[in-house]
């Protein structure tokens, strides 16, 4: 994948924020965040996950002119049947070497890692799918590594 | 504020409601600050009728964010160096999910301490939705 450039904003860290829930107002006021032990604003912990705001071709949102797989005059814009259910997010490890503030301006880059394969009795075969995706600052220091697994189900995941 | 690790022992535990009936707009607010417009979170015609779920479900991704608002709520802002999780169950409008975090273990590194926790997050029924861990700095 080609490298993406991530400017990290006040004000969508406070976006984030709000979604999660979180009022800490180390996540939206200078002022409060400089007096907090962050010394500064900084981004909640899963914050590096919004890259995919920034990475041009991420194929889970809508683009003009291009068929969409949600619903609109039908129940999905896609002519042809998707070859599974889709995927799920199975798992997500970060690893922080710093935490990361507005005014940094990021570097990403993701590399496929390991592939494997399971039965379950809940969604037939999973087929795992490992990325990791560094990424670095304006000085090229690394500052947050992240794994993400993705699972691909057989069939859609059976409610217990 | 960070934690010290000479008030800390293994097995202390910090638990937290995360949400309580989370709403459909919440999961859509998650999608627009993070970009993954994925319709299995915000369609509920798309989810119902291709997909065969019940109904749109959250996105791991806000569990981890909400389970992330509880760990930083206990071990203070910026002291993180790790925080992974598995997903385990669906989580799904109306979901009320509390968090909770258990020490599992202290360490010394080059002068610096850390705590390191696991983490289990459970919808109303009981039901684990993601299981983690998490490592942070903590004062001596």
Not at chain 1, 5 to 31: K, L
Not at chain 1, 66 to 74: E, L
Not at chain 2, 12 to 24: G, V
Not at chain 2, 72 to 81: A, E, P, R
Request: hydrophobic share 35%; glycine share 10%.
């Amino acid at each position: 994948m080609a490298k993406i450039t991530f400017p990290v904003e006040a004000s969508h860290i406070m976006m984030f924020a709000r979604a999660i829930g979180d009022t800490n107002p180390v996540y939206y006021d200078a002022e409060a965040a400089k007096a907090s032990e962050a010394g500064r604003i900084v981004a909640p912990p899963s914050f590096a996950q919004s890259v995919a705001q920034f990475n041009p071709d991420y194929f889970l949102r809508p683009k003009p002119g291009v068929a969409w797989f949600g619903s609109g005059k039908t129940a999905t814009g896609l002519t042809e049947k998707a070859s599974s259910s889709g995927g799920l997010h199975a798992e997500q490890h970060f690893e922080f070497h710093r935490h990361i503030s507005p005014g940094d301006v990021l570097t990403v880059e993701s590399k496929p890692g390991k592939i494997w394969e399971k039965e379950s009795k809940r969604a037939g075969i999973l087929k795992f799918r490992e990325s990791v995706t560094e990424y670095r600052d304006q000085a090229g220091n690394l500052v947050i590594t992240a794994t993400s697994v993705g699972v691909t189900t057989e069939r859609p995941v059976a409610q217990s | 504020m960070a934690l010290n690790a000479s008030q800390l022992k293994v097995g202390d535990t910090h638990s937290e409601q995360i949400c309580d009936n989370l709403t459909r707009t919440q999961i859509v607010q998650y999608a627009g600050a993070s970009g993954d417009y994925n319709p299995l979170h915000t369609d509920e015609v798309y989810t119902t009728q291709v997909a065969g779920y019940p109904s749109v479900f959250a996105h791991g991704m806000l569990t981890m964010g909400m389970t992330g608002k509880a760990l930083t709520n206990y071990v203070g802002d910026g002291t993180l160096t790790k925080f992974g999780v598995r997903f385990t169950n669906q989580v799904w409008p109306g979901d009320t999910l509390t968090a909770t975090m258990t020490v599992a273990g202290m360490r010394n590194e080059g002068g610096q301490n850390f705590v390191d926790l696991t983490i289990s997050t459970v919808n109303q029924d009981g039901k684990e939705v993601m299981t983690g861990n998490a490592s942070a700095r903590v004062n001596p």
